[in-house]
């Protein structure tokens, strides 16, 4: 039907090559680790990386198949990121079993081990979607149960006795769902499915969001009655940072909602209105802690130990200082793979996994892994920019920032830059919830860019296999048949 | 392990992943100029599609030839249609050349015609009108370069 066309080429051998590239960069770290660690690089270093180098490969064999225009770029970056985080929790491991026991350590045991298995588990399940997911418009019929289950999700570790949702008892955070020893997170989950329901939500309401609107210091602002939904976003955010004790997610969620709004209506009255929002809370939970306590004692010690560090350098302190300390010990080269003291660091296997690995691999390797982080959200909004359909402008869009966002959460509150809020770091840190949720972002935006690559089809002729005969019925302004160049 | 090794690996190990970055960036790059050849759209009438891949942008006369139609105002403002021989057609209807999601437009609101190189407007039956420039078109009337054609909230303009 559409009779536009761009050259394109599916670029799936560049895939291949920079994969394998990626799983060397992994295994010459592990070998490092090992040099570094066990003064000796055993014959099985490579056995982690080969497990996770063939299921990378396997889902480079799905995309091959189910999505080959595909950006060429987001897997093996994934790749490497998730690769060199397995490699990271295995050398953790390592320093901390007994001498005797580190040259034959069993790879799925540990964190290490079990980050693999999880890896292993994420990825087929991203390749599951990819296989089930043949056009991401499909998913909009969906929005409003994954809506719906996005907010239950959301919900769930409030309400449920600190007991089955804490799972840390240093931290008072309830973000988990913890039964029987199984535990998930399912906030990682949730921010998907929100962020379907938004998307859907503002296609339909975008005309009337963006047109009606009154002036006001040369600013277009938005009627009152379209601010309800904004309205309703931030009274949740606000109840799961009061109720769950999280300013990250929190902030997540409502950054989140605001630059889908602003993507949909460009407007920069939204963007406004959104930090206003967001400082009126933030303020307002620090001087209720300060006053009131209660749940916002919390953040009113967070934002404390941020200003002052060393206030209570033994104390609460401690955590965000040994981090601060690592990076400092790294200094511009880092202290090579393994030749560091990341354990010192509480919980360097989660939140502070970027101080832990920012000692060893100094600022230039840093740098180099935000580099990475940052093509990889360059190459979701360019899918986001270049796909066809409001819908999945919106989903790249916000799909890619919100990674963006929660980086910047996590490695601003580990660099001090703003008060710290546990998150994991996206692919890196320990964790089979943030991991799966994760690959299963990459999945869809995989499937976008495929989408926004694909040569158009000329004619009335056969569409591509799996795309409905016409788009989803509801998807209003579905398609455009012109590309923005 | 002698320590000579163990800084080689260190600095080799930075040295691997910014090599990796750039590699990703060369992809990229290479992307980007496949993009930019192609950037310009080629517009051809349904049907004629098949072959679309050996048609060439018209073969109109330079100079003062219109060659591309450019989206001015509305949601698909920035838009780039570079004319061949056949006509355009402008409106909500899936199968337009041109589908705008425009409230004020009709499912066939408009099409752009190529006469002897001219493009002349021709008005579809639209419900809001098609206006060039101010005047409302009744029957197909030739449109200069640079005079925008307003359909509903969506200007359109021809170029060079």
Request: with cysteine; net charge positive.
């Given at each position: ?180 020893g199984f535990t998930i997170q399912p906030g ?298 | ?18 090599i990796f970055v750039f590699t990703v960036v ?135």
């Amino acid at each position: 039907m559409p009779r536009v066309r761009v050259a394109a080429k599916s670029r799936r051998n560049a895939e291949l090559g920079l994969l394998l590239l990626a799983m060397a960069v992994v295994a010459a770290y592990a070998a490092t680790v090992e040099a570094n660690l066990l003064d000796t690089v055993t014959l099985d270093f490579w056995v982690p990386i080969a497990a996770v180098g063939a299921v990378f490969l396997a889902l480079h064999l799905v995309v091959r198949f189910l999505a080959p225009y595909a950006d060429p770029v987001l897997v093996p970056a994934v790749a490497l990121v998730n690769g060199l985080g397995v490699a990271f929790l295995r050398r953790l491991d390592l320093a901390n079993a007994a001498p005797e026991e580190r040259a034959d350590f069993a790879i799925f045991s540990g964190t290490g081990g079990r980050q693999l298995a999880w890896t292993l588990a994420s990825v087929i399940l991203a390749a599951g979607l990819l296989v089930l997911m043949r056009d991401h418009r499909a998913v909009s019929r969906y929005a409003y149960t994954l809506g719906l289950a996005g907010i239950v999700l959301v919900i769930i570790p409030a309400v449920l006795p600190a007991r089955y949702s804490q799972v840390n008892p240093q931290s008072d955070a309830k973000l988990w769902i913890s039964v029987g020893g199984f535990t998930i997170q399912p906030g990682e989950f949730a921010k998907l499915a929100l962020l379907v329901f938004f998307a859907y939500y503002l296609v339909r309401k975008r005309e009337v969001l963006s047109l009606a609107s009154r002036r006001f210091l040369g600013v277009d602002f938005p009627r009152g009655r379209d601010l309800g939904p904004v309205v309703v976003v931030w009274i949740i955010s606000l109840g799961v940072l009061v109720f769950q004790k999280d300013l990250g997610t929190s902030l997540l969620y409502f950054g989140m909602f605001v630059v889908t709004l602003y993507i949909a209506t460009e407007r920069v009255s939204w963007l406004i209105i959104g930090l206003l929002l967001f400082f009126g809370g933030a303020f307002l939970a620090y001087f209720l802690g300060s006053t009131v306590g209660g749940p916002f004692a919390n953040f009113y010690t967070r934002v404390e130990i941020w200003l002052d560090p060393y206030g209570d350098a033994y104390g609460a302190g401690w955590q965000p200082l040994q981090g601060l300390l690592g990076l400092g010990t790294g200094g511009l080269f880092g202290t090579g793979p393994g030749g560091g003291q990341p354990t010192q660091i509480p919980e360097v296997h989660n939140d502070f996994i970027f101080a832990g690995m920012g000692e060893e691999i100094g600022l230039f390797g840093l740098s180099a892994l935000l580099v990475i982080y940052l093509l990889i959200i360059e190459r979701g909004l360019r899918a986001a920019l270049a796909v066809r359909d409001s819908f999945g402008k919106l989903l790249a869009g916000g799909l890619s920032f919100t990674l963006c966002l929660q980086l910047f959460v996590i490695i601003g509150g580990i660099s001090s830059l703003i008060p710290l809020t546990g998150q994991t770091t996206p692919f890196l840190s320990a964790g089979g919830s943030s991991l799966m949720a994760n690959w299963l972002l990459v999945a869809t935006l995989l499937r976008i860019s495929d989408a926004a690559r694909r040569p158009v089809e000329t004619g009335t002729g056969p569409r591509p296999s799996g795309a409905p005969a016409t788009p989803p019925p509801q998807l209003h302004g579905a398609t455009t048949e012109v590309i923005r160049p | 392990m002698p320590p000579f090794v163990i800084t080689v690996a260190r600095i080799g190990f930075i040295v691997l992943l910014w090599i990796f970055v750039f590699t990703v960036v060369g992809v990229i790059r290479r992307d980007l100029f496949a993009g930019a050849r192609s950037s310009r759209l080629v517009a051809a009438p349904r049907g004629v599609g098949a072959v679309l891949g050996n048609t060439k942008p018209a073969k109109v006369k330079r100079g003062r030839a219109a060659h591309q139609l450019v989206v001015t105002a509305g949601q698909l403002a920035g838009t780039r249609i570079t004319l061949g021989e056949a006509q355009i057609t402008i409106g909500r209807a899936e199968d337009s050349t041109l589908v705008i999601t425009d409230d004020y437009a009709s499912a066939r609101h408009a099409r752009l015609v190529p006469r002897s190189g001219q493009w002349f407007v021709e008005d579809l039956g639209s419900t809001n009108g098609t206006y060039l420039d101010r005047a409302k078109v009744t029957g197909p009337t030739p449109v200069p370069l640079g005079v925008p054609i307003r359909i509903g909230r969506t200007s359109l303009e021809l170029r060079p």
